[in-house]
T-cell receptor
Framework: DQQVKQNSPSLSVQEGRISILNCDYTNSMFDYFLWYKKYPAEGPTFLISISSIKDKNEDGRFTVFLNKSAKHLSLHIVPSQPGDSAVYFCAASAGAQKLVFGQGTRLTINP | KAGVTQTPRYLIKTRGQQVTLSCSPISGHRSVSWYQQTPGQGLQFLFEYFSETQRNKGNFPGRFSGRQFSNSRSEMNVSTLELGDSALYLC??????????????FGPGTRLLVL
């Protein structure tokens, strides 16, 4: 039972444009959502998070949007840069429970 | 501060063997979580240890086990290896809680190949 789904295994975006990565979840008890970024041969690194009491959180070029009614989360990167090429994982948790991760989306930024 | 370290980085085993992977958390972190990453499955939670006690467990068979030492270092063991155990095994540490609101810091992982 995949509670967190990233339906796009890969995404290709031109440098300077906006990258939008999507994530859907099924568990209505999730109250905290995170995005992690992973380069090859490295572990995932925390990027940005959002609590369920908010619908938007911004950090520099990165903005996460939460639509609770649709159980949908998205990460916007603008403008996209070559160094943003990586695998992005969304994750969610309910209370103090363990994090549940999506399958990941490989983002490629083309020059 | 040094980051999370995992040893070995790469490992090749054959079916039926067992393997032990090691994780040293960031100094001061007391929670260690283990994840398995396979293509198409994302990161799947194995277990979490805090103060030498398993606090949370994922849906993996009993062949997967772990432990944590008094210095917070953790090991995970997989017995009777199967081909499907080939994966990247990631360890993550956090100050107190491996769940929810506290940021987890990941190590580079151990890539296990079972032949």
């Amino acid at each position: 039972d995949q509670q967190v789904k990233q339906n796009s295994p890969s995404l290709s975006v031109q440098e300077g444009r906006i990258s939008i990565l999507n994530c859907d979840y099924t568990n209505s008890m999730f109250d905290y959502f995170l995005w992690y970024k992973k380069y090859p041969a490295e572990g995932p690194t925390f990027l940005i998070s959002i609590s369920s009491i908010k619908d938007k959180n911004e950090d520099g070029r990165f903005t996460v949007f939460l639509n609770k009614s649709a159980k949908h989360l998205s990460l916007h990167i603008v403008p996209s840069q070559p160094g943003d090429s990586a695998v992005y994982f969304c994750a969610a948790s309910a209370g103090a429970q363990k994090l549940v991760f999506g399958q990941g989306t490989r983002l490629t930024i083309n020059p | 501060k040094a980051g999370v370290t995992q040893t070995p980085r790469y490992l090749i085993k054959t079916r039926g063997q067992q393997v032990t992977l090691s994780c040293s958390p960031i100094s001061g972190h007391r929670s260690v979580s283990w994840y398995q990453q396979t293509p198409g499955q994302g990161l799947q939670f194995l277990f979490e240890y805090f103060s030498e006690t398993q606090r949370n467990k994922g849906n993996f068979p009993g062949r997967f086990s772990g432990r944590q030492f008094s210095n917070s270092r953790s090991e995970m063991n997989v017995s009777t290896l199967e081909l499907g155990d080939s994966a990247l095994y990631l360890c993550a540490s956090s100050l107190v809680s491996g769940g929810s609101k506290e940021t987890q810091y990941f190590g580079p992982g151990t890539r296990l190949l079972v032949l």
